[in-house]
Each structure stands twice: as C-alpha cells, then as structure tokens.
C-alpha cells in the first residue's frame, strides 16, 4: 500500500462508521415498544395514563433520534467530501506517477537509441595537385576521410561540399556539389569523398581555400542523421576549422535538416 492511499482509506472507514451508526439509530426508531389498545376498567384507566407518560418519553426519544439523525448525516457529508478530495489527490498523485514512469521511459529509449546509433565522424584529409591539361585547368584534388565512431552500421546515402577561395574582391564560392551514394561503414570503418575544382589563382597558386562537406546517413533503425565538417587549406597543408562569416553548407532543396 502507498503511504498516499492512508488518509483516503481512514476517510472512507470514517465514513462507513457514521453510516452504519446512523442505521443502527434507524432501526431503533424503528423498533420502540408499543402499548396495547386501552381498556375501560380502572386497570385501563391506568395503563393509559402510563401509556401517555411513556409517550411523551417516546415523543423525546424521536425528538433526540432526529437531531441525531441531523447531526450523522452532516457528519458523513463532510467526510464524504474530505474523502472524495483524498480519493482525488492520492488519484492525481497516481497519474504524476504514471506520466513520470512513461518520461523515465522515453528518456531511456532515447538514450539507448543514441548509444547504438552510428557516428560519423571527420578522420582526416589528404590532397594532391594536378597540373591539368589544354582543356582542364591546374587545380588541387582533396579526399576528406570519415570514420564511423558508432557501434552500429552506417548506410551513407549521400554527401555535399561547397568551396569557397580567395578574388580579386575577397573570398567567393567556387563551386557546389551534392552526389547521391549507396554506401556501408561499418563499425570503427572509414569511407573517403573527394572533392575536385579547386583550381589556382591567376598566379598558378593555391591560395587559402575552406571546404564545407555535409554528410547524410542512415542507421539500422531507419533513423536519418547528418554529419558536417570545414577544412581550410593554407596553400602548404590541410586542416579542420570553421567556417568565415557568410560561408555556408550546400544543402540541396529536397533535402531537409535531419533532426
């Protein structure tokens, strides 16, 4: 039993006794002795007069059964209504109870379901340079490298980059691009993307250039995630950073944010 259920159930006993109180004083009122029909000798006479006596004791007993009968019944109606708020509140504690045990339990699903999803996480970079022919012009090749963190498999269905590099009036986007993919890492595995068309300055340099890679995935559950990472190239080395004021992902239209 809940501590919360006492007061509730000591109302209701409380209860029970002024109703069965109040119907033992019925049926006593029930059961007053009667007199038999008088009598003409003096025998008679008499037992009238003691019958009249014993009826004004009668009238007061009902008077007093009555006030009584007042009084229990006022008594039951008010712990009737403390038990009905009892009742109430130990029935609203109840479902505070319930609502907290269901919360408990999407919290634990929730963490459960982050614990076994994938990760897709940035493991590093490489590049190369390509000095390009009559028709393409030089331009540097970078392969981004991501690993998958999570315990569970992750099915990649598609990634974007966006490229922005230095102009005559300051950084510009050099190009977008989003490709679809059907592709598994596997736990602790690493998959690479590459990303192609940047290309030298008018100098046949490599100046300073970001690179914005969002990744989508897919775990066993069908739940679909999202992973992104910026690397700057300072014309010698490539690392991870963050993008400059107005630099932005490329998310193609039909593809909204994942949760």
Same mark, same amino acid.
Request: no cysteine.
């Given at each position: 039993?809940?501590?919360?259920?006492?007061?509730?159930?000591?109302?209701? =006993?409380?209860?029970l006794t002024a109703i069965l109180l109040l119907a033992a004083f019925e049926i006593s009122s029930?059961?007053?002795?009667?007199?038999?029909?008088?009598?003409?000798?003096?025998?008679?006479?008499?037992?009238?007069?003691?019958?009249?006596?014993?009826?004004?004791?009668?009238?007061?007993?009902?008077?007093?059964?009555?006030? !009584?009968?007042?009084?229990?019944?006022?008594?039951?109606?008010?712990?009737?209504?403390?038990?009905?708020? !009892?009742?109430?509140? %130990? #029935?609203?504690?109840?479902?505070?109870?319930?609502?907290? =045990?269901?919360?408990?339990? =999407?919290?634990?699903?929730?963490?459960?379901?982050?614990?076994?999803?994938?990760?897709?996480?940035?493991?590093?970079?490489?590049?190369?340079?390509?000095?390009?022919?009559?028709?393409?012009?030089?331009?540097? @090749?970078?392969?981004?490298?991501?690993?998958?963190?999570?315990?569970?498999?992750? @099915?990649?269905?598609?990634?974007?980059?966006?490229?922005?590099?230095?102009?005559? =009036?300051?950084?510009?986007?050099?190009?977008?691009?989003?490709?679809?993919?059907?592709s598994t890492i596997g736990q602790n595995n690493t998959q690479s993307f590459e990303i192609q068309?940047?290309?030298?300055? @008018?100098?046949?340099?490599?100046?300073?250039?970001?690179?914005?890679? #969002?990744?989508?995935?897919?775990?066993? %559950?069908?739940?679909?995630?999202?992973?992104?990472?910026?690397?700057?190239?300072?014309?010698?080395?490539?690392?991870?950073?963050?993008?400059?004021?107005?630099?932005a992902l490329y998310r193609p239209d039909h593809l909204s944010p994942a949760p």
């Amino acid at each position: 039993m809940h501590r919360d259920d006492k007061p509730a159930l000591i109302a209701l =006993a409380l209860l029970l006794t002024a109703i069965l109180l109040l119907a033992a004083f019925e049926i006593s009122s029930r059961h007053a002795p009667s007199y038999p029909p008088s009598q003409n000798d003096a025998a008679g006479i008499q037992q009238n007069e003691e019958r009249d006596g014993g009826g004004t004791q009668n009238v007061q007993t009902d008077s007093m059964t009555d006030w !009584l009968t007042v009084v229990l019944t006022g008594v039951a109606t008010l712990i009737s209504a403390i038990a009905v708020r !009892l009742v109430n509140e %130990t #029935l609203k504690t109840s479902r505070d109870a319930s609502s907290a =045990a269901l919360d408990a339990v =999407a919290v634990s699903r929730e963490i459960g379901e982050r614990q076994l999803r994938p990760y897709i996480v940035y493991d590093g970079a490489s590049f190369h340079f390509d000095d390009g022919t009559h028709s393409v012009p030089p331009h540097v @090749k970078v392969k981004a490298r991501f690993r998958n963190a999570g315990i569970s498999p992750a @099915k990649v269905t598609s990634f974007s980059y966006s490229v922005y590099g230095p102009s005559d =009036a300051g950084w510009t986007n050099k190009g977008t691009s989003w490709q679809q993919l059907r592709s598994t890492i596997g736990q602790n595995n690493t998959q690479s993307f590459e990303i192609q068309g940047i290309t030298a300055d @008018k100098e046949y340099k490599y100046s300073w250039f970001s690179v914005g890679i #969002l990744v989508w995935y897919e775990g066993i %559950t069908g739940a679909q995630y999202e992973d992104s990472v910026w690397l700057l190239f300072d014309g010698e080395e490539m690392r991870q950073g963050f993008p400059d004021m107005g630099h932005a992902l490329y998310r193609p239209d039909h593809l909204s944010p994942a949760p």
